[in-house]
């Protein structure tokens, strides 16, 4: 089962808007992650936000992570036409019997018109 | 460096063939990790493999198996496919392993449809 579950499951916008997507999750974790792919191919992460970590930024990119609530929130700034990607988080959390595991979320599929 | 390669990038089978996947990681990385990503499912952790053993498995059937060579470099398998076997098998790699889940680097994916 997908340990991450993200809002909305698909958004539209124009080039020069921001897009928000969420992700909540049910385990503690160690990490989350966010990755971007485009339509068939390979992910290509994006940033990575600590537990004990409470936002984080790189570039367009705005990373929130509330560990009492669970949830993250993805913010791209100023969106263009080459952001249009699905856009996935990814939890790092202990597995019975030992080791870590990152699971992936649904994804939120983002499209951005001219 | 060069990225995560997988070959083959598509692949057709029939049901009830077998077929092997190979992932050649980042250089340096230790770390090997296998998804399966439908429409329905979505992504899949298959398993995880660090220094040639497999560190984590995901649920699904022994049909499904892998190795990782002493060069990093992985294989999988899945023998006697079937029609919902068709899915993007990805790769990534990752110089962390076991206890903590740091950057990984997918490659392009292997296109697998099964008819």
Sequence with gaps: ?114 | KAGVTQTPRYLIKTRGQQVTLSCSPISGHRSVSWYQQTPGQGLQFLFEYFSETQRNKGNFPGRFSGRQFSNSRSEMNVSTLELGDSALYLCASSLKSVYTKDEQYFGPGTRLTVT
């Design chain 1, 1 to 114: 089962s997908q340990q991450g579950e993200e809002d909305p499951q698909a958004l539209s916008i124009q080039e020069g808007e921001n897009a928000t997507m969420n992700c909540s999750y049910k385990t503690s974790i160690n990490n989350l992650q966010w990755y971007r792919q485009n339509s068939g191919r390979g992910l290509v992460h994006l940033i990575l936000i600590r537990s004990n970590e409470r936002e984080k930024h790189s570039g367009r990119l705005r990373v929130t992570l509330d560990t009492s609530k669970k949830s993250s929130s993805l913010l791209i700034t100023a969106s263009r036409a080459a952001d249009t990607a699905s856009y996935f988080c990814a939890t790092d959390a202990r597995v019975t019997g030992g080791g870590n595991k990152l699971t992936f979320g649904t994804g939120t599929q983002l499209k951005v018109e001219l």
